[in-house]
């Protein structure tokens, strides 16, 4: 799944079987793959802290999905191929830029530093 471009069309995951969706603002599923995107951290949406930290993820989630759904996006490896869950560890980039830096930016997420953020 890397070094070349993918258009697909992410809606909100549910509980029937994931293939193609949005978990959060930093877990996809593409094609049956769950991907960790591993260059940012956003807020939990499940098992948030505090009620700022799940409208912070909603938010996260909702903005990652329209970047998504843009237009054709590219996906490269991280430091890893794989996390300790099992998922694909992939920075998802368009016109050489990372979606996750938008969201940073945006201060929907923070950059990955290797441990989560309290958002609260």
């Known amino acids: 799944m890397t070094g070349e471009y993918f258009s697909a069309r992410f809606a909100p995951c549910s509980s029937a079987k994931r293939v193609t969706c949005i978990v959060d603002g930093d877990t996809i599923w593409m094609n049956g793959t769950k991907i960790r995107i591993a260059d940012i951290n956003t807020p939990e949406t499940t098992g948030?802290?505090?009620?700022?930290?799940?409208?912070?993820?909603?938010?996260?989630?909702?903005?990652?999905?329209?970047?998504?759904?843009?237009?054709?996006?590219?996906?490269?490896?991280?430091?890893?191929?794989?996390?300790?869950?099992?998922?694909?560890?992939?920075?998802?980039?368009r016109g050489g830029q990372s979606l996750g830096n938008q969201l940073v930016a945006e201060g929907l997420a923070e950059p990955w530093q290797g441990r989560r953020k309290n958002w609260c």
């Open 48 to 93: 948030a802290k505090c009620p700022r930290e799940r409208a912070l993820g909603d938010r996260a989630t909702r903005r990652m999905m329209a970047l998504l759904n843009q237009s054709p996006f590219a996906m490269r490896a991280g430091l890893r191929d794989e996390d300790r869950y099992g998922r694909k560890l992939r920075i998802i980039t």
